[in-house]
């Protein structure tokens, strides 16, 4: 009888340990599910940045065409298009760092994609887990009803003797 108790104590703990697990293994799997949002908003950010930076290196380009064009009026015209060429250097470092960013936040998004569904396998084989336990826990709770019965119709046969 009191190996009963002490084998349903084990198993009580057992499924505390695994639920307390399931639940900071949930934790985890909404912390990567924020990392995984503040990095998709990142790499939209980021994309929008890379448009703009596209977009101002291409009317750069053509304000460089306009002034080689009308570079012979004067000494002048020329200062212009030497500050619009390093505005396009500029803007091109931009660009190629802004690129770098964005590849580099795209690897970090998939890594972090890849754990959270790590750890959702991970808390869907604790809960698993879990439910089997519990499911053990009443079988051993039938099982020790039904030991107290046949205890106590044998102790009930024994006073009868």
Do not use: C, P, W
């Not at 949930?26 to 995984?36: G, N, R, S, W």
């Not at 750069?60 to 065409?65: C, D, G, T, Y």
């Amino acid at each position: 009888m009191e190996r009963f108790r002490e084998k349903i104590n084990l198993i009580r703990i057992e499924a505390d340990a695994a639920k307390a697990k399931a639940e900071e293994y949930e934790a985890k799997v909404k912390e990567y599910e924020k990392i995984k949002m503040d990095q998709e908003h990142e790499i939209i950010s980021l994309t929008n940045q890379n448009k703009k930076m596209e977009d101002d290196l291409e009317a750069a380009l053509e304000n460089i065409k306009r002034l080689k064009s009308i570079e012979d009026e004067g000494g002048d015209l020329k200062k212009e298009n030497d500050a619009a060429q390093r505005k396009i250097t500029l803007l091109e470092q931009e660009l190629e760092n802004s690129d770098k960013s964005l590849r580099e936040t795209t690897k970090n998004f998939r890594e972090a994609d890849v754990k959270a569904e790590h750890f959702e396998r991970k808390v869907q084989q604790l809960e698993n887990l879990l439910l089997e336990q519990e499911r053990k826990g009443e079988e051993l709770k039938l099982k020790n009803h039904e030991l107290q019965a046949q205890l106590d119709e044998f102790n009930a046969q024994l006073d009868d003797i």
